[in-house]
C-alpha cells in the first residue's frame, strides 16, 4: 500500500509540475502576443482584416464612417441590455422601462437610422427590433419579472435573427 501511494503522489507531483510548466510556456506565448499586437498597433494604428470570410450573411457595404457609427450603436445597444437585465435583476421595472424604451425603442433617430442603410429587408427587421423595444418597455411597466424576461427574449430575437444575416 505504501508504494501505491507513494507512486500515486509521484505521479500527482509530476503531473502538477507539468501544469506548472506548461502555465509558464502559456504566459510566454500570452506575453509575445501581447508585444506583437502592441508592436503592430505603434506601427500601423489600426488593425487591418488579412481575409474576409464568406461566411453566407449579406454584406450592408459600408463605407469605414458608416461602419464604425453602426458598431457605435450596437455597442450602445449591447450595453442597454446589460442594464436591462442588471435591472430585471434587482426587479427595478421602471428604470428598465426607460432604457428599454429611450435607448432601444423606435424614437425617430432610430427610425432614420434605420431606413438610411438602403437595404429594405435589413430596415424592416431594425424597425420590428426597435419596436419590439418599445412593447418589452410596456411589459415592465406590469412588473412580472417572468412576462418581462419573455419580452426580453423576444427583443434580443431580433438581434440574433440580425446579426445571423447580415454583415456590415
Known sequence: MKIRSLV??????????????????????????DNTVEQ?????HTFKQKVEIDD???????????KNHQLSNMRSH????????LLLSQENYDEASMIAYTKLG???EMRLMCASFGDKAFENLGLEFHKSADA????????????SLTALSNTLNYCVQCHATYKQ
Do not use: H, Y
Open 8 to 33: 500515486m503522489t509521484t505521479i500527482c507531483l509530476s503531473f502538477l509540475g507539468f501544469l506548472s510548466c506548461n502555465e509558464e510556456q502559456k504566459k510566454g506565448i500570452i506575453k509575445a502576443a
Open 40 to 44: 503592430n498597433i505603434k506601427e500601423d
Open 56 to 66: 453566407g450573411r449579406i454584406s450592408l457595404n459600408l463605407n469605414p464612417m458608416q
Open 78 to 85: 449591447l450595453e442597454a441590455i446589460q442594464q436591462i437585465t
Open 106 to 108: 423606435s424614437t425617430t
Open 136 to 147: 418589452m418597455s410596456d411589459v415592465f411597466k406590469k412588473r412580472n419579472k417572468d412576462n
